[in-house]
């Protein structure tokens, strides 16, 4: 298969001759972007990793796309990137298309990123990722929206500042609660406790009330692992992956106070459970729903064959999500205007971990900075590398070569497609757990009515709004498994008037990719669409029949595997 290329910049300024651009075909690895469709965009196969592709790894190469690993170390990452092309650069080098770190950059740093490169992480996500921070942003929204409205935490205290209060809340109840310190992760230093005095108090922790009456699959506890991709703080936009991991205990659940220290028991973490002698892991990557890690989609068929409404229960996973991250949204966009010279320079896959209750009500357990990606089992390879895959993907790797990037002249100015058409990457095929027929209509209704083109919807616009605009629109054309939990035109009305970084751009953007939706100014202004007598965001009925249909069909289809 020919490569698609355009003529080095070199070759460009010294041959005026010849103006022509090099005549290309369509590449399975490149998807054409921007007003002209003049913009290479990499299009990333998971199965690569496996087949070991010429055709694929040759473009990469082509324009000698490279990467840095800082302060972390990630096969699958590395093995994707290889796969298409990229080579590893020295941690110290500044020319790379990506820069995969395992922890926040410095100001400085930020400031010298170039418009093609990118970076896994915003300033400030330890708003999110660090439980104390996580606590106080999710306090500070019930204080301004009513408790209701974000009771998505178990009761919380921080000690040792909160000692006398949360010793008042458990003399009214004395169930057991569970210790946490506020910067850890796997399951490290967390316990059950029954008494205050069973707690130490020399440093920072978060002691939250026990959810003791968890949602059980024979008798075992679980929490799912979900994986959030933001792409942008201003405007936020939010990606949910269509698949994620049930984590199951090792023991049976028993709400007895003798079992209160059995960690087997009581911790999902994978971490922990998988030095238990009753682990049991499986080898077989087509199946889902066995040993102690489960698929979410199969955990999802399960609970709908127990007859459970698991298209209201992931409605309410999304609107947990949404909150938490607009509970940081603020600060992170600032941090974001005052570092970060490109909007689209950085991007961030977070790592919510959730525990469901008996009446199907989400908890939010935690938020993880740069969630694991080793691959222990088959079932692991399978969803990790097809999600990490698809957000490379979304993100948008432009076929440039990163020491060009000082050049002044502007960027890409050959690149041309063969069609007018640009080649869009197809969604993986899966089975889906409703029929042909009913998940046609479903589609049909919520599908939001937006042109390939921009068109009119332009008019009016400043070069930076056209930008994100294309840029925003591009993304979801090139989602594959991930789905944009916000904005979409229900998520925007609900939650618009909870954004605090109220910008233009958030505006903007609902206003043109939402057009016949009405005027979304009454939402982000008045903050009174849909909201119930105490406090919480209604979920519009056509949105439960439609929209959240639509995603519940989506989380329950089983992943392909990877095809060699």
Known sequence: MPVVMARDLEETASSSEDEEVVSQEDHPCIMWTGGCRRIPVLVFHAEAI???DNNIRIIGERYHLSYKIVRTDSRLVRSILTAHGFHEVHPSSTDYNLMWTGSHLKPFLLRTLSEAQKVNHFPRSYELTRKDRLYKNIIRMQHT???????????????????????????????PWIVKPVASSRGRGVYLINNPNQISLEENILVSRYINNPLLIDDFKFDVRLYVLV?????????????????????????GAKNIRNQFMHLTNYSVNKKSGDYVSCDDPEVEDYGNKWSMSAM????????????????????????????????????????????????????????????????????????????????????KASMISDMFTVVGFVCQDPAQRASTRAIYPNFESSRRNPFQKPQRSRPLSASDAEMKNLVGSAREKVPGKLGGSVLGLSMEEIKVLRRVKEEN???????????????????????????????????????????????????RTRITTDGAPELKVESVNSKAKLHAALYERKLLSLEL
């Open 477 to 527: 054309d090139r989602r594959g498994g991930f789905i944009r939990i916000f904005p979409t035109s229900e998520t925007w009305e609900i939650y618009g008037s909870y954004l605090e970084h109220k910008t233009s751009m958030n505006y903007m953007l609902a206003t043109r990719l939402f057009q016949d939706r009405g005027n979304p100014r009454r939402s982000l202004l008045t903050g």
């Open 300 to 383: 999802l068929r399960y609970l709908k064959q127990e007859g459970r409404d698991t298209t209201a229960l992931m409605a309410h996973v999304e609107d947990l999500i949404i909150k938490t991250i607009i509970s940081a949204e603020l600060a992170i966009a600032t941090a974001c205007k005052t570092f970060v010279p490109h909007r689209s320079s950085c991007f961030e896959l977070y790592g919510f971990d959730v525990l469901i209750d008996s009446s199907l009500k989400p908890w939010l357990l935690e938020v993880n900075l740069s969630p694991s990606l080793a691959c222990d089992a088959p079932l692991d390879l399978k969803i």
């Open 50 to 52: 496996l087949t070991k």
């Open 145 to 175: 929206h009513g408790f209701k409205a974000f009771h998505i935490l178990p009761q919380t205290f921080l000690l040792p500042a909160e000692y006398a209060e949360f010793c008042n809340s458990y003399s009214k109840d004395r169930g």
């Open 231 to 255: 792409t942008s703080y201003d405007p936020l936009v939010i990606y949910l992956y269509e698949e994620g991991l049930a984590r199951f205990a090792t023991v049976r659940y028993d709400q």
